[in-house]
């Protein structure tokens, strides 16, 4: 299979597997990493994701090729089932480090920006890399680039198609650290590990506040930010950090 999930414990490493083709996404790619994504958000085993490529691109983007002869309405079909992987990825209430292991183009570089954290080989490169191809950036491209880098930084990118390596992408503040090719896949599952380790519900109420934060009023967010720790505080993890600091223990979250 072009996608594979495997899981080591509680993380799931999420591996796009089309090397001969940079991992380039064909819509049949597309649609197993919707039910991949599916499958690690109703997995209560599985408490982080990790998402890379194999050899020696993380993804390089859209297959172009099949493109040809795509009309209109199946073009926006496609478009759709990207939508719902982005949509998956942006609202899972789980950990997710995006591994990126070499080229990161077009949705490639959209797809690493789902990701809470980013790390990258020191031979890794990014490049919004639409306009050389006539199109505009998938995957919610736009939308996430201009909250990372801000907007007129992200106008550059878009329009220019400059290619960042990955030390630039760190500076940028789109990588938190660069590894060694061999040392990548280590830090990432140890951060991953590490992720798993921790109040996963908690973390979960953490991503849903940030991103709905962004469209709501100071009011309006902080409602949701007492309906979300009314509801934390309930937890068995929220109990058992409690104990622990009493008793002046390691907290064990069980991610419930």
């Known amino acids: 299979m072009p996608v594979t999930l495997d899981k080591h414990g509680a993380v799931a490493v999420m591996t796009l597997d089309r090397p001969e083709a940079l991992n380039a996404l064909t819509p049949a790619m597309r649609r197993e990493m919707e039910q991949l994504v599916t499958a690690v958000r109703d997995?209560?085993?599985v408490r982080a994701l990790v998402i890379t490529g194999a050899g020696r691109a993380f993804c390089a983007g859209g297959d172009i090729h099949s493109f040809a002869g795509t009309g209109a309405l199946a073009m926006r079909d496609?478009?759709?089932q990207q939508h719902r992987v982005t949509l998956g990825l942006y609202q899972l209430e789980k950990p997710v480090v995006a591994a990126v292991n070499g080229a990161a183009f077009g949705v490639g570089f959209n797809i690493a920006l789902l990701?809470?954290?980013?790390l990258a080989a020191d031979t890794a490169s990014f490049c919004q890399s639409y306009s050389r191809v006539g199109m505009v950036p998938d995957g919610g491209g736009l939308y996430l680039l201009a909250r990372v880098v801000g907007?007129?930084?992200?106008k550059e990118m878009v329009l220019l198609a400059d290619v960042l390596d990955a030390q630039a992408a760190q500076r940028l503040g789109i990588v938190r650290a660069v590894h060694a090719p061999d040392a990548l896949m280590p830090?990432?599952?140890?951060?991953a590990t590490q992720l798993a380790a921790g109040p996963t519900r908690a973390f979960g109420l953490d991503k849903v506040l940030l991103a709905r934060g962004l469209s709501m009023t100071l009011e309006e967010f902080l409602e949701l930010e007492a309906a979300a720790e009314a509801v934390v505080m309930q937890t068995e993890d929220h109990a058992a950090a409690v104990a622990a600091f009493r008793d002046k223990t390691p907290p064990q979250f069980q991610g419930r």
């Not at 990701?115 to 980013?118: E, M, N, Q, T």
């Open 43 to 45: 997995d209560a085993e």
């Open 78 to 80: 496609r478009l759709r």
């Open 115 to 118: 990701a809470d954290i980013v």
């Open 151 to 154: 907007t007129q930084r992200a």
């Open 187 to 191: 830090a990432a599952m140890a951060l």
